[in-house]
C-alpha cells in the first residue's frame, strides 16, 4: 500500500482521469452533441464524488495512512465493478449482441465503482476516527476521574481528622458547632465522590442479568438495619421474586432506603415491599419523613439540571439509572401530607425473555 505523500495527489487524479473520459467521449463520439452530452454527464457525476473526497481528505488533513485506505479502497471497487463491466460485454459479445460504445460502458462501470469506493472509504475513515476520537476521550476521563477521585479520598480524610480533632478539643460551644459543621460538609465532598463512582460503574455496564429480586431485597433490608438499629424498618417480601434487572439493582434499592433515613431524625418510619404483579416485578419505599424538593424531582423528570435547579445530591440519580438501564420504570412522589414514595418496577423474567423476542411490555 502506497504510504508516502504523494497518495494525497491519488483523489484528485481518479477525479480528473474520469473528468478526461467524459470529455473524451464528448469529443471522439460521432453521436449528436447532446446525446454525447447526456452520456458524458452520468460521467461527470462520479467525477464531482471524487472531487468532494478529494477536497474533504485535503481539508480534514487526514494522515497519510487513512488516505492510502481510501485510495485502496477506491481502487478496488473500481477494478471490481469494471470487471464485472469488462464480463458483460464480452458476453454480450460472444453471445452475438456486442454492446454498443463498449468503452463507454468499461469507463461508467469504473467510473462507479472509483467513485463510489472512494466515498465509502471516506466514510469508513471518518468513522474510524470519530471511534477512535471516542476512545481515546474515554480513556482520559477514566484516567481523571480515577485521580481526582483517588485525591478527594486523600484530603477529605486529612481535613476531616484535622477538623474532628479541633472540634473534641474546642473550649467554645460555637467554635466546635462549626467544626462539626465543617466535618459534614467534607463528608458530604466524599459522598458525592464515591456517588460519582457508582454512576461511573453503571453506565460500564449496559446489559441486565436475570436476578432474585426477593433475595437482593433481604440482603439490602439486613444492611440497613445493621447500619440503623435505631430506625423502623418494616420489610414485606416474598420468598421469591425473579426480575430481570442491571446487575446494580441492590444499590438502587440501598439508595432508596438511606435516602429516607439521610434526609430525616431517627424518628422516621420506613416501609419496603417486594411484589410481583403480572408482567412486573415491584420494590416500594415509602417512608414518612420530609418531601423532597419539588425542583428535584423535575430535574430527574426531565433527565437535566437546570442553572437553578440542580439535585443536591448524586443518589436519586443512581436510582434512576439503575431502573433505566433495567428497561423498568420509576416513581417518586411526595405524599400527603408527609413523606416519599419511590417504586422501582422491573421486568419479570417470563415477560422480559417474551419482549426480547418481538413483543415489548408498557
Known amino acids: 500500500m502506497i504510504r508516502d505523500r504523494g497518495v494525497r495527489l491519488f483523489p484528485p487524479a481518479l477525479a480528473t482521469a474520469i473528468l478526461g473520459l467524459a470529455i473524451g467521449h464528448v469529443l471522439i463520439d460521432e453521436d449528436p452533441f447532446w446525446i454525447e452530452l447526456a452520456e458524458a ?12 473526497v478529494a477536497v474533504r481528505v485535503r481539508r480534514e488533513q487526514l494522515p497519510n495512512e487513512r488516505v492510502a485506505r481510501i485510495v485502496a479502497t477506491s481502487l478496488g471497487a473500481g477494478v471490481v465493478v469494471g470487471g464485472l463491466s469488462a ?19 468499461l469507463s ?16 469508513v475513515e471518518r468513522v474510524r476516527a470519530e471511534r477512535a476520537a471516542q476512545e481515546q476521550l474515554t480513556g482520559r476521563l477514566t484516567v481523571l476521574q480515577r485521580v481526582l477521585r483517588h485525591n478527594i479520598r486523600n484530603e477529605v480524610s486529612i481535613i476531616r481528622g484535622v477538623a474532628d480533632s479541633a472540634a473534641e478539643s474546642a473550649d467554645q460551644a460555637d467554635v466546635e458547632s462549626d467544626l462539626r459543621t465543617l466535618i459534614d460538609h467534607v463528608d458530604r465532598v466524599h459522598e458525592l465522590s464515591e456517588k460519582a463512582q457508582t454512576l ?3 453506565w460500564n455496564v449496559d446489559e441486565s442479568v436475570e436476578t432474585d429480586l426477593a433475595a437482593v431485597a433481604r440482603e439490602e433490608v439486613r444492611r440497613f438495619h445493621e447500619e440503623h438499629p435505631e430506625i423502623d424498618l418494616r420489610a414485606s417480601i416474598p420468598e421469591h421474586a425473579a426480575a430481570v434487572v442491571h446487575p446494580s439493582a441492590g444499590t ?27 408482567k412486573w416485578t415491584t420494590v416500594t419505599v415509602v417512608d414518612d419523613g420530609s418531601h423532597i424538593p419539588s425542583e428535584e424531582l423535575d430535574a430527574l423528570a426531565k433527565l437535566q439540571e437546570f442553572p437553578l435547579k440542580h439535585v443536591s445530591g448524586l443518589g436519586l440519580w443512581v436510582i434512576y439509572w439503575v431502573v433505566e438501564l433495567s428497561d423498568g420504570r420509576l416513581t417518586i412522589e411526595n405524599r400527603d401530607p408527609r413523606g416519599v414514595r419511590v417504586e422501582l418496577r422491573f421486568r419479570s423474567r417470563r415477560h422480559a425473555r417474551r419482549d426480547r423476542n418481538g413483543v415489548r411490555g408498557t
Open 108 to 123: 461508467i462501470g469504473w467510473s462507479l465503482g472509483t467513485s463510489s469506493g472512494g466515498l465509502v472509504g471516506y466514510y
Open 41 to 52: 454527464s452520468i460521467l461527470l457525476v462520479f467525477a464531482g464524488v471524487l472531487a468532494f
Open 200 to 202: 461511573a460503574d453503571l
Open 252 to 278: 438502587a434499592i440501598r439508595e432508596a432506603l438511606d435516602n429516607a433515613v439521610r434526609h430525616n431524625d431517627d424518628a422516621v418510619a420506613i416501609t419496603l415491599t417486594v411484589a410481583e404483579e403480572g
Open 87 to 105: 464480463v458483460y460485454a464480452v458476453s454480450r459479445h460472444a453471445s452475438g449482441e456486442p454492446v454498443t460504445e463498449g468503452w463507454l460502458v
